[in-house]
């Protein structure tokens, strides 16, 4: 039996500044506050709990904010103490995450406000299927190096046959 899809529910990003890294989300992507920066101590209250078992004993401290994207992804962003940017950000041989995406039909407009932002453009626009369908998409990167796509429509418009006429 075929599993029902699930919903994709939200993303952690670790980030060198969380005040920096929630204005370039809040102010350029648009996303919204959902929770104002808090500190968390590695301690046995049940949150500090939480974190040692996912990070394991002597992570210390952290701070943390959620946000959320139009569609309700949350978007968690992390400030660790000691924290370590990559000595390369596209590590793509490597396995694991290595980018999410964005969409936005004024891809180009979205573009332009993250590099006058702080960010990267990483390659040129390229056109998805450019004889069949007027989707275009960019890698980008926030301020801090993180990775991400911009696309102009919808991943499974973008993907799918026959979805645009």
Same mark, same amino acid.
Request: proline share 6%; glycine share 8%.
């Given at each position: 039996?075929?599993?029902? *899809?699930?919903?994709?529910? $939200?993303?952690? @990003? ?6 920096? /890294?929630?204005?370039?989300? #809040?102010e350029v @992507?648009? +996303?919204?506050?959902?929770?104002? !920066?808090?500190?968390?101590?590695e301690?046995?209250?049940d949150?500090? #709990? ?10 210390? =401290?952290?701070?943390?904010? $959620?946000?959320?994207?139009?569609? =309700?992804?949350?978007?968690?962003? +992390?400030? +660790?103490?000691?924290h370590? /940017? *990559? ?5 793509? =041989? ?13 891809? %180009?407009? @979205?573009? /332009? ?5 702080g ?7 390229? /056109? ?5 369908? *007027?989707? =275009? ?5 926030? !301020?801090?190096?993180?990775? +991400? %796509?911009?696309?102009? $429509? ?12």
């Amino acid at each position: 039996m075929t599993p029902t *899809p699930r919903s994709f529910s $939200h993303i952690g @990003l670790s980030v060198p500044d969380l005040e920096k /890294a929630i204005a370039f989300y #809040q102010e350029v @992507l648009g +996303f919204y506050v959902i929770m104002e !920066p808090t500190e968390i101590i590695e301690d046995d209250s049940d949150i500090g #709990q939480m974190c040692s078992d996912v990070f394991g004993t002597g992570w210390g =401290r952290l701070r943390i904010a $959620h946000l959320a994207t139009a569609d =309700r992804i949350g978007f968690e962003l +992390f400030e +660790f103490e000691g924290h370590e /940017a *990559p000595k390369n950000n596209l590590n793509y =041989r490597q396995h694991g995450m290595f980018h999410f995406a964005i969409q936005d039909p004024n891809l %180009e407009e @979205l573009l /332009a406000r993250i590099v006058a932002a702080g960010g990267k453009q990483r390659m040129p626009v390229r /056109a998805y299927f450019p004889n069949e369908k *007027p989707y =275009r998409m960019v890698y980008v990167e926030d !301020p801090f190096g993180i990775i +991400f %796509e911009l696309y102009s $429509h919808s991943y499974e418009l973008t993907y799918s046959k026959g979805a645009y006429a």
